[in-house]
């Protein structure tokens, strides 16, 4: 996606190389568009030696399974959004115990993604999936989805599974 107008003052953009990139720049009012990233959260939660999968009702990636996670809000830290997707998404209230890893990711067609992802575990709440999910469920570690979305997700499994097992693992999404 490229802005032609300045969110600020509504004048023509245009590109100029500032800091090194290309970038969306208004000379009427020296808006620079700054393209970042957008950060997300979710969790990494296990019960039984199994993991607990959302699927995805929605594009991109309607019917993909994903570790519980979304956008974070603007009011918010990735902690608070990570315990809130999961609450939407799964109906589970959790603690979040660790920093588990951070993925950057360029596969979300909507945009670059930063996911930072926790790990936690069930204090509350029953198993339901939430209404943009078509399913909410536990896989044993050894007997996944072959669909698993983005990358960043399947990178948080793979490292889950290799800490686990104690033996390297990889995922590849079949669609
Ligand atoms: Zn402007």
């Known amino acids: 996606m490229k802005f032609l107008f300045c969110p600020n003052c509504g004048n023509k953009l245009v590109d100029e190389h500032i800091d090194g990139r290309m970038r969306r720049v208004c000379h009427q009012c020296s808006y620079v568009h700054y393209k970042n990233p957008i950060p997300a959260a979710g969790v990494v939660l296990c019960r039984d030696g199994e993991i607990l999968l959302v699927q995805r009702k929605y594009e991109p990636k309607k019917g993909h399974w994903s570790l519980p996670a979304g956008f974070v809000e603007y009011d918010e830290g990735p902690q608070m959004t990570a315990v809130r ?10 603690d979040l115990k660790e920093l588990f890893n951070v993925y950057g990711a360029g596969d979300d067609p ?15 709440g029953t198993l339901t999936p939430g209404d943009d999910a078509i399913d909410a469920r536990f896989f044993p570690l050894t007997n996944l ?19 686990s097992v104690g033996a390297k693992h990889s995922l590849h999404d079949s669609s």
């Not at 989805?145 to 800490?163: C, D, K, L, V, W």
Request: proline share 2%; charged share 25%.
């Open 85 to 94: 997707e999961t609450r939407e998404e799964t109906g589970f209230e959790v």
């Open 110 to 124: 909507r945009s670059h993604v930063v996911l930072v992802i926790y790990t936690a575990e069930i204090t509350g």
């Open 145 to 163: 989805p072959g669909n698993i979305a983005f990358s960043s997700h399947r990178q948080a499994i793979e490292r889950y599974i290799t800490i």
